[in-house]
C-alpha cells in the first residue's frame, strides 16, 4: 500500500516499498500487481527499459486470484498509454484539477477504443470528484456507448457509478437501467467487487 500511494505521488523513490516487497514476500499473490505499478512508475518517470522489464515479467511470475493481479495482466497486454496513466496517478493522489488538466490536453492521446473508453471513465471519476454530477453522468454515458458491450473494467464501473449518481438523485428506474448494464459485463478485473456493489445497489433500488 505504501508503494502504490508514493507511486501514484510520483515519489522519487516511490519504487523502492515495491522492490521490498518483491524481495522479502513469499507467497505468490499481488506479485503481477506490483511489477505491474513499478512498469507504470517507471514509464512515467522515461525509463523505459526498467518499465519493459517489469512487464515482461508480470506473465510469468505470480498468480490471477486478485483483481489486483487481473488488472496487472489486463495492463500488460496493452500499449502504455502516458496521458491516461498520469492522470489516474494524479487523480490517486487527489489531485483532482490536475487530472482534469491532464485528460483535456489538446494531443490525441487515445490509440485505440479503450483508451477512449478509459479516458471517458476516467473524465467521469474527476468530474464526480469535483462535484460536478451533469458532467460526470455525461462522461460515464460516453465510456459505455464508446464500449459498445465490450467488457471491461473501465465499462462496468462507469455504468455502476452512473447507477449511484443517478440513485442518489432518486431517479430509481434509471439506476436499474444502468445497474442491469453493470451487471451484464463479465471478465474483467475486478468484477467480484463491482457487482457486489452493483447488486447491494440493486436491492436498495428495488426497496424503494
Not at 499481488?30 to 512508475?41: D, E, G, V, Y
Not at 498509454?81 to 487523480?91: E, P, S
Amino acid at each position: 500500500m505504501e508503494g502504490k500511494a508514493k507511486v501514484a505521488a510520483l515519489h522519487p523513490k516511490g519504487d523502492l516499498p515495491l522492490l521490498t516487497y518483491l524481495e522479502n514476500y513469499k507467497g505468490e499473490n499481488f506479485i503481477k500487481s506490483a511489477h505491474s505499478q513499478l512498469a507504470m512508475f517507471y514509464f512515467l518517470k522515461g525509463d523505459e527499459k526498467k518499465a519493459d522489464y517489469h512487464t515482461s515479467l508480470i506473465d510469468s511470475i505470480g498468480e490471477l486470484r486478485t483483481g489486483a493481479d487481473n488488472m496487472a495482466m489486463f495492463m500488460s497486454q496493452r500499449a502504455f498509454n502516458k496521458t491516461l496513466l498520469l492522470a489516474q496517478a494524479q487523480f490517486d493522489n487527489g489531485q483532482y484539477a490536475k487530472a482534469k488538466s491532464t485528460l483535456q490536453s489538446k494531443a490525441n492521446y487515445c490509440l485505440n477504443k479503450t483508451d477512449s473508453v478509459e479516458m471517458h471513465y476516467r473524465f467521469g471519476r474527476v468530474y464526480k470528484a469535483l462535484e460536478n454530477e451533469f458532467e460526470a453522468i455525461s462522461s460515464y454515458k460516453k465510456a459505455i456507448e464508446l464500449a459498445d458491450g465490450e467488457s471491461t473494467y473501465y465499462a462496468a464501473n462507469s455504468a455502476l457509478q452512473l447507477a449511484l449518481i443517478l440513485e442518489s438523485k432518486k431517479m430509481e428506474a434509471s439506476a436499474q437501467y444502468y445497474l442491469k448494464i453493470a451487471l451484464n459485463y463479465k471478465n474483467y478485473p475486478f468484477q467480484d467487487g463491482l457487482q457486489q456493489q452493483a447488486k447491494a445497489a440493486k436491492n436498495r433500488v428495488s426497496e424503494k
